[in-house]
């Protein structure tokens, strides 16, 4: 059994090294550069461009505005990370917004170039602020029900004996993943190629094909290792769009590569939230009512949801539940899923106000929840897939020493240094894609997987490996994965924690076929691993490839399905700054069978940093007056650094779900995120007294 | 693309002469501002003077005065032994500064010289900096430069205005801003040598001359002056009396992320109690103003007090009377006060 072994990643060496080849190391011949030339108003009609004096800069082949490019919006497939094209129409909806396109020979050229565009605008008034606009939220349609209603909350409500209410808020907040985007797009004939940074080849695919009125099949997309993602790289975006078109209008290949600053307004960001949270209580703590409504900043045009009542709907026992999820239309670049979406901001809003049920009751926030544990979905009715969350409070608080916990704030120090303890609990639904693989087993006994997967760097080259070595008996070291490709089976994104379940079923089903195609070569079944070559040989066959697939059955509609966890956090303040550190965090997670102990501890280690940084540091500030989200690069966007970052111990309830995936897994990608902004804010409220209802806290 | 010519010089007399017959020439040393100032377009110099292979980057003590070269790299400072032993709230400060990759780079001159960090000096830094409504149409057919700065920002366009003013006021200057400025000044090792009377030993064409480390600053902020050097003028080296203030003051740096970040607020400085009440007291301010900030009212007011929390917070609200908050630096006020009870009352050991 290679499945469960903690094997090292297959991509690290490379990494480590500079070995590997990112995006922006390919090198095409011949390619021009893109650059956007970008809006600086928040709204507004672009009403006439002179390009004459950047048209004279040595290099330069062309300046597009608007309608010159042949592509046209709005993109209908959910791929687009917005509808709306650049450069199809004058409007301008948001701030960094592209109004025109400069293409020169080197990428100096086009930046001085662009900076050289006289672009004039009819200023069209700008709203950008969510608190002062939160009388004008909207529900819109999208791919989850907006809003869920089960029993009466208002009779819920009136029986309760404690009720508490609370507006909650998370902040903006950028996915900074290190490796800016760069997209390479090159024509031959009616064929495009396109090399960029993205989770979903597909994806590309199938929203390229929409905007350039081109066939799928005339489109191939590819990527390599991706750095970092988390989000950002999991739609389409303008830039990818554009490229596409420039290089069609210009016969030659055409490369953008976004800066820092344009990550801040290219490819989305989570947007905040305001959540407004009731729950009603008996007094031995049952939840009678919980109400969840969250607002999101919303594009002008283009449509994000991030629900944030998602969890509520399911995360406890409540015969009264009732959720929301809004939007605030807003001069701001489109949102688009960060990890961890929807959850991750509104878990935040429940599990604080868990903590303060907990303690008008006197109840001990872990008893809290367990009093009011689910064993079927209180929204759907459905039962769970598999839920080891017990397990998980138990593990966690164990390990984290939570029984030593004295309940009254201010009660624990070590020496002048205030302590806090604080947990909550994490839920988020699970995704699966359907998702095919080939695999090819040779005369000498190597073995390849090809899918249309991706590495962003959560270890899928690794397990895949794994699984496949799982069936066929080989070793994992003989077996090489090709990914990042259009031409290879066609997988799902690699987003929503959910290419494990999806890719590597696939890769299982793969590997079965083949084993079965051997035995049927070999006449006989039981064949050992070390006989596979022999078999090819006397087929006098070089290799032998099989493609599986796998998608989510019908039936398995019949449960809920969700990751789960536990985590606890010590924080640790100074009593006169009162500035707030974590200095321990245990997190304990239910996401089913465990392909890769090593891998699947840095994705839940991940996340707890990631966390860590939505409790205490992250907030994308915008500019009241433009719209601009301000930081615009690491030094104005706080991301936990290694100071921030304190012991962190993960642990995983033993589980196999058969009804999630063939594997037995589910995603472990971003449940570690999740918890820990309440988690945060609940252990400043036990060391201090102040009850902190907004993250990132500022006290 | 703006094309610079580069020139390595060999001494301060050299650099200064090569600047002497070009008004844009500036200065490089450790790089770490200058470059970023170069590829966002804050300066844009025709004449680039590498100052790398200069001399005057030594560390040397007497009797009376530790004496720093300007071009002394961060990290070799707080590391070196008599800066330890003389004045320990200077490797307090450099060790709080940036990132230990950045300290190798940085000098300490140019610590001093660094550029604020608000948001809006910075500007929009998207790869094109195109559109700019206010000034399109307006702007002169024969400007040279692209637009410098999307947002209004007096420091980089003068007359366009302060954007925080209306903008994002979370970093904002609470003593000391102009009507046309609220900018901060960035560096932690300003407030340490503020506070420890440092001098400053300028070289340029007309010779040489000490400054005192706060006069490199203007006392209000004023966007047309980042400092009061002269054309052409260098550091070359930071001269600390040897005492009992170096030997005593700490420095205190309050800042969001654990490491690797600009203060919120910062406190330098230390007491002296006898019999029970405040002899002698120094105390200055970082995060606060386009300057480091010496707290001479606070000082003034601790003297003969009791050393309490009490009186601390009294001193800083003396300090703060003359404060001009925004809405969203309000904050301020209590963490500075928090900084500096802290800082007097529980300070920061040595490593």
Known sequence: MTIGTPLVRQDAVGKVTGAARFGGDRMVDGALEGVLVRSQVGAGEVVAFDVARALQVAGVVRIFGAGELGVTGPLEHWAAGQATVPLSDHRIRHHGQPVAMVIADTRAAAIEAAGLVQVTVEPGSVRVSLPEFLDQTIEIKDWAPTHSAVGDVAAGLEGAVVTVTGRYTTADRHHLAMEPSVVVAEWTGGDLELWTSTQWVFGVRAALAQALGVAADRIRVRTGPVGGGFGAKGSTWPHEILAAAAARVLGRPVRIRLSRAETFVAHGHQPATVQDVTLGAAADGTLLAIRHQSVSAAAMDDDYVEHGSLGSRTMYRCPNIETRDRIVRLHRPQPTFMRAPHEGPGMTGLEIAMDELAERLAIDPVELRLRNYADADPTSGKPFSSKKLRDCYTLAADAFGWSRRTPAVGSMRDGPSLIGWGMASCLMSTFRFGGAARIIIRRDGSVRIETGSHEIGTGVSTILPQIAADVLGVDPARIEVALGDTTLAEAGGTFGSATTIGVGSAVHAAATKLRASLEGLAGEPGLEPAEYSEVLKLRQLDQLAEVGSWAPKREEGAFAMNAYGAVFVEVRLDPIVRLPRVSRCVGAYSVGRIINPRTARSQAVGGIIWGIGQALLEESRIDPVSGRFIAEGFGGYRVPCNADVPDIEVMFAEEFDGHASVLGARGVGEIGTIGVGAAVANAVYHATGIRIRDVPVRI | ?351
């Open chain 2, 1 to 351: 693309m703006h094309p610079f010519e580069y020139r390595k010089v060999a001494s301060a007399a050299e650099a200064i002469a090569q600047s002497a017959d070009r008004r844009d020439a500036i200065y490089l040393a450790g790089g770490t501002e200058v470059v970023n100032w170069l590829k966002d377009g804050i300066v844009t110099p025709s004449l680039l003077i590498d100052l790398s292979a200069c001399e005057f980057d030594r560390v040397s003590l007497d009797a009376e005065t530790l004496s720093i070269g300007g071009l002394a790299r961060m990290a070799t400072v707080a590391a070196d032994p008599a800066v330890q032993q003389i004045a320990p709230a200077i490797t307090q400060a450099i060790e709080a500064s940036a990132s230990p990759a950045i300290r190798q780079m940085a000098t300490i001159a140019g610590n001093l010289l660094q550029r604020t960090r608000c948001p809006y000096f910075l500007g929009a830094r998207h790869s094109a900096l195109g559109t700019r409504p206010s000034a399109l149409g307006t702007r002169p057919a024969s400007a040279e430069r692209r637009v410098p700065s999307a947002e209004p920002c007096n420091r980089r366009v003068a007359g366009s205005g302060c954007g925080v003013v209306a903008g994002d006021q979370v970093g904002a200057a609470i003593l000391g801003a102009s009507p046309g400025c609220v900018a901060t000044h960035p560096s932690d090792l300003a407030v340490v040598l503020a506070v420890l009377e440092a001098e400053l030993v300028v070289q340029g064409e007309a010779g040489r001359r000490i400054l005192g480390v706060e006069a490199l600053y203007p006392v209000t902020a004023d966007p047309a002056v980042e400092n009061t050097l002269l054309r052409g003028e260098l550091i070359t080296a930071v001269r600390v009396p040897v005492g009992r203030a170096a030997g005593r003051a700490r420095y205190l740096k309050i800042r969001r992320r654990a490491s690797f970040d600009f203060a919120l607020v910062a406190a330098a400085g230390y007491w002296l109690v006898e019999d029970g009440v405040v002899a002698d007291v120094r105390l200055g301010f970082g995060g606060v103003a386009a300057r480091p900030w010496r707290a001479r009212t606070a000082e003034a007011h601790l003297i003969g007090r009791q050393p309490t929390a009490e009186s601390v917070a009294r001193a800083v609200a003396a300090e703060l009377a003359n404060a001009v908050f925004l809405p969203g630096n309000r904050y301020k006020a209590d963490l500075l006060a928090a900084a500096a009870t802290k800082l007097l009352l529980d300070p920061p050991g040595l490593p």
